[in-house]
């Protein structure tokens, strides 16, 4: 049971170029998230996924789409890369719909560390 | 838009002290509240969970609180080690997490 994965580590991008995070997670969660973090600014949304074949755009989805094709799998992927982009990225995965008596905690993965030149 | 404060960002204690964390959020209308231990260059772990309705959660050596109300939760760690030195991070969950810059905390021995 490896919970969730990330590929790759780490990756140095140009301006300009495109690229693809991959998420893979083992324990058949529906809910899957993909987060940035950036010094002094904390984790931020960039969109999630309900469920298989649907995505939601989060707090900044701008210059990224998702894909979800596979339920265990949530694609990241930058069309043309900015300097801006520049940031470590977390996949997340969870179980169950959020109410006010659910525990779904969220299982992060170890993140990729992306740089754009 | 939930805005939220961890203060102090960083803090350093010698072993063995009992130290509080402390959370801040501006939108009580959350589902629960959740913190998180992240090491350098690894990705977080949850702590605790606290739902809406409870006041408190505990963890072995970890307490953490909640007053809704008031926008505010505490995570205590008694009697800490140098292996507790990390980032921990509060996220309260409305629509979504929203998380803190956390607090960096270095444990001396």
């Known amino acids: 049971n490896a919970g969730v994965t990330q590929t790759p580590k780490f990756r140095v991008l140009k301006t300009g170029q495109s690229m693809t995070l991959l998420c893979a997670q083992d324990?058949?969660?529906?809910?899957m998230y993909w987060y940035r973090q950036d010094p002094g600014m904390g984790l931020r949304l960039i969109h999630y996924?309900?469920?298989?074949?649907?995505?939601a755009k989060g707090e900044v989805p701008d210059g990224y789409n998702v894909s979800r094709l596979k339920k265990q799998n949530f694609l990241l992927g930058l069309e043309s890369a900015a300097p801006s982009q520049t940031s470590v990225y977390f996949c997340?995965?969870?179980?169950?719909?959020?109410?006010?008596?659910?525990?779904?905690?969220?299982?992060f993965g170890p993140g990729t560390r992306l740089t754009v030149l | 838009k939930q805005e939220v404060t961890q203060i102090p960002a960083a803090l350093s204690v010698p072993e063995g002290e009992n130290l509080v964390l402390n959370c801040s959020f501006t939108?009580?209308?959350?589902?629960?509240l959740q913190w998180f231990r992240q090491d350098p260059g690894k990705g977080l772990t949850s702590l605790l969970l606290?739902?809406?309705?409870?006041r408190e959660q505990t963890s072995g050596r970890l307490n953490a609180s909640l007053d809704k109300s008031s926008g505010r939760s505490t995570l205590y760690i008694a009697a800490s080690q140098p292996g507790d030195s990390a980032t921990y991070l509060c996220a309260p969950h409305t629509r979504q997490l929203t998380f803190g810059s956390g607090t960096q905390l270095t444990v001396l021995p």
């Open positions: 606290i739902q809406s309705s409870q």
């Open positions: 997340a995965s969870s179980l169950i719909i959020r109410t006010a008596t659910s525990t779904d905690t969220q299982y």
């Open positions: 324990m058949n969660h529906e809910y």
């Open positions: 939108d009580s209308a959350i589902y629960n």
């Open positions: 996924s309900v469920g298989e074949g649907t995505t």
